[in-house]
Nanobody, 124 residues
Framework: QVQLEESGGELVQPGGSLRLSCAAS????????MAWFRQARGKEREFVAA???????YYADSVKGRFTVSRDNVKNTIYLQMAALKPEDTAVYSCGAGRPILSAIRNPEMYYTWGRGTQVTVSS
């Protein structure tokens, strides 16, 4: 099983860019589907993006065209490149590891290992 640690969150102005990282330790990183979820204050956790072992990617409609998820199986790390950030992107961003079937890839219950999260705040 892997352990996950996110980094890269900070305060950024609307329209700005940011790159989050999620580093994995442990074995078999390249056998997991990896995903980013976010949770804003007072709201439920929501799916942001996922990347399968094949490197196929999936995005929430709210971030499609602005965010890009990628993985580096040598560094055991996934990334979330975020652009054109909006105040509504403000949230704690967490990465998860799992082996969901495709139809459940947006379901947080399908991921059984999580990092502690990193705060992204979009504000002027």
């Amino acid at each position: 099983q892997v352990q996950l640690e996110e980094s890269g969150g900070e305060l950024v102005q609307p329209g700005g860019s940011l790159r989050l990282s999620c580093a994995a330790s442990g074995s078999s990183f390249n056998t997991y589907t990896m995903a980013w979820f976010r949770q804003a204050r007072g709201k439920e956790r929501e799916f942001v993006a996922a990347i399968r072992t094949s490197s196929h990617t999936y995005y929430a409609d709210s971030v499609k065209g602005r965010f890009t998820v990628s993985r580096d199986n040598v560094k055991n790390t996934i990334y979330l490149q975020m652009a054109a950030l909006k105040p509504e992107d403000t949230a704690v961003y967490s990465c998860g590891a799992g082996r969901p079937i495709l139809s459940a890839i947006r379901n947080p219950e399908m991921y059984y290992t999580w990092g502690r999260g990193t705060q992204v705040t979009v504000s002027s």
